[in-house]
């Protein structure tokens, strides 16, 4: 049993963490959750349907997305999908504007470490 079958695991707004996307599979578990842990170096903590802007911003800083990784059951992202981001990441394209839009409900509570929660409403899909 995984600390989220267990309750634990909380998004933004205190609430247990609702799945991100399982068509592609997501998350630094691969199991379609943001969840984060001392091996995710990354963080990867924030719930976004990706844009063809971020895609190009996240290429241009080295990580290509959109690229399929078969040896990982990766085909590559493309506009409109979900995602778990790194909350980094997702900062520094906010900074440049072209931050994805995001879903709050499905955005691990540890992305306040990073930003707050008014900023991420800023860009939230559903109701804040």
Same mark, same amino acid.
């Given at each position: 049993?995984?600390? =989220?079958?267990?309750? %634990?695991? &909380?998004?933004? =707004?205190?609430? $247990?963490?609702?799945?991100?996307? #399982? !068509? $592609? /599979?997501t998350?630094?578990?691969?199991?379609?959750?943001?969840l984060?842990g001392?091996?995710?170096?990354?963080?990867?903590?924030?719930? +976004?349907r /990706?844009?063809?802007?971020?895609?190009?911003?996240?290429?241009s800083?080295?990580?290509?997305?959109?690229?399929? #990784? $078969?040896?990982?059951?990766?085909?590559?992202?493309? !506009?409109? !999908?979900? *995602?778990?981001?790194?909350g980094?990441? *997702? %900062?520094? +394209?906010? =900074? +440049?504007g072209?931050?994805? $839009? #995001?879903?709050?409900?499905?955005t691990?509570?540890?992305? &306040?470490?990073? /930003?707050?929660?008014?900023? &991420?409403?800023h860009?939230?899909?559903?109701? +804040?």
């Open positions: 049993m995984t600390a =989220h079958d267990q309750g %634990l695991e &909380l998004n933004v =707004h205190g609430e $247990p963490l609702e799945l991100c996307c #399982i !068509d $592609p /599979v998350g630094f578990y691969r199991n379609g959750y943001c984060t001392d091996h995710d170096v990354g963080s990867h903590v924030v719930c +976004a /990706v844009t063809k802007e971020f895609l190009e911003f996240s290429k800083r080295g990580n290509d997305l959109t690229r399929a #990784i $078969p040896e990982y059951g990766f085909t590559g992202l493309k !506009d409109g !999908d979900r *995602w778990c981001l790194c980094s990441r *997702w %900062l520094e +394209a906010y =900074h +440049a072209v931050a994805p $839009p #995001i879903f709050l409900k499905s691990h509570q540890r992305m &306040l470490e990073f /930003v707050s929660l008014d900023t &991420l409403r860009l939230a899909l559903e109701d +804040a």
